[in-house]
């Protein structure tokens, strides 16, 4: 019967550190999507900006940048 008990014990404890690793991991993607937004707004932020300022090179050369990271290119 100790058996039993103790390999419940066990279980409970191991369920939940279980736990409190999905809560991190559940904070960390939240995290992670609002960075996410973030990122999409500055991004189309700059573009927009790009567009109706066209003959502003920082944004142009801000735009071509941002290609370059989303591109995956290795010489940024």
């Known amino acids: ?9 066990k279980c409970l404890k191991d369920i939940e550190q279980l736990r409190e ?3 991190k991991t559940q904070n960390l993607a939240d995290e992670l999507v609002e960075y996410q937004v973030k990122y999409i707004n500055l ?7 790009a567009e109706v300022n ?23």
């Open 21 to 23: 690793t999905l809560i």
């Open 43 to 49: 991004t189309n932020h700059i573009r927009l900006k």
């Open 54 to 76: 066209p003959s502003v090179d920082r944004y142009i050369n801000l735009v071509n940048y941002i290609d370059k990271l989303e591109g995956g290119e290795n010489d940024v």
């Open 1 to 9: 019967m100790n058996d039993f008990k103790a390999e419940r014990d």
